[in-house]
């Protein structure tokens, strides 16, 4: 089965900083990997996914994410830190078949003025 | 409409109370799903339907829970005997076609469901 690992679970950054969340993904084959961002009182929401397309996936809000299949690593990324950032991001992963999206257990996002 | 719409927001249950979740699918979907979120953790899965068939419920915790899909469209989520364990929040989740996951998922802010 598919597990996904994120590091930290809370994340603190200055507003304008860079912002870096940490996705470790297990499984045998290249599977798809998503980012998935839930704002307070919010359903979660797509940031981004990787297909197998390019491995330098750009999503919504200036936010993008590196597939690096050495390292199992599917991390996030974003320039510089908008307060409106502050959210609890998710990393999941899915397989060619089947039904199922695996979940990390999330990153809370806080950004500091 | 608009959005993944899911009823009620919060429900709260005494324990051995049976309790239904309701969740409104964007018009059109073909693909739905339910998560359960436990306090401080990601989503896990619990089912999935590909309009009216359940093609995967391996994810339900019990025969207490069953979930359906009648008519393609609106599906509920019914917990029987309701046991503390149960309290999580419960997502549902639509997409366009039947490729399942790989596709973009539209989520429900969730129904809160707490048991004493």
């Known amino acids: 089965a598919q597990s996904v690992t994120q590091l930290g679970s809370h994340v603190s950054v200055s507003e304008g900083a860079l912002v870096l969340l940490r996705c470790n993904y297990s499984?045998?084959?290249?599977?798809?990997l998503f980012w998935y961002v839930q704002y307070p009182n919010q359903g979660l929401q797509l940031l981004l996914k990787?297909?197998?397309?390019?491995?330098l996936v750009k999503g919504i809000n200036g936010f993008e994410a590196e597939f690096k299949k050495s390292e199992t690593s599917f991390h996030l990324t974003k320039p510089s830190a908008h307060m409106s950032d502050a959210a609890e991001y998710f990393c999941?992963?899915?397989?060619?078949?089947?039904?199922?999206?695996?979940f990390g257990t999330g990153t809370s996002l806080t950004v500091i003025p | 409409g608009a959005g993944v719409s899911q009823s009620p927001r919060y429900k709260v249950a005494k324990r051995g109370q049976d309790v239904a979740l309701r969740c409104d699918p964007i018009?059109?979907?073909?693909?739905l799903f339910w998560y359960q979120q436990a306090l401080g953790q990601g989503p896990e899965f619990l089912t999935y339907?590909?309009?009216?068939?359940?093609?995967?419920k391996s994810g339900l915790p019990s025969d207490r829970f069953f979930a359906e899909r009648p008519e393609g469209s609106v599906s509920t989520l019914k917990i029987q005997r309701t046991q503390q364990e149960d309290s999580a929040v419960y997502l549902c989740?639509?997409?366009?076609?039947?490729?399942?996951?790989?596709?973009?998922?539209?989520f429900g802010s969730g129904t809160q469901l707490s048991v004493l």
């Open positions: 989740a639509s997409s366009l076609d039947g490729a399942g996951p790989r596709e973009k998922l539209f």
């Open positions: 499984s045998s084959v290249p599977p798809y």
């Open positions: 990787y297909t197998s397309a390019a491995t």
């Open positions: 999941a992963v899915s397989e060619n078949t089947g039904n199922q999206f695996y």
């Open positions: 018009s059109g979907h073909v693909s």
């Open positions: 339907f590909q309009n009216e068939a359940q093609l995967d």
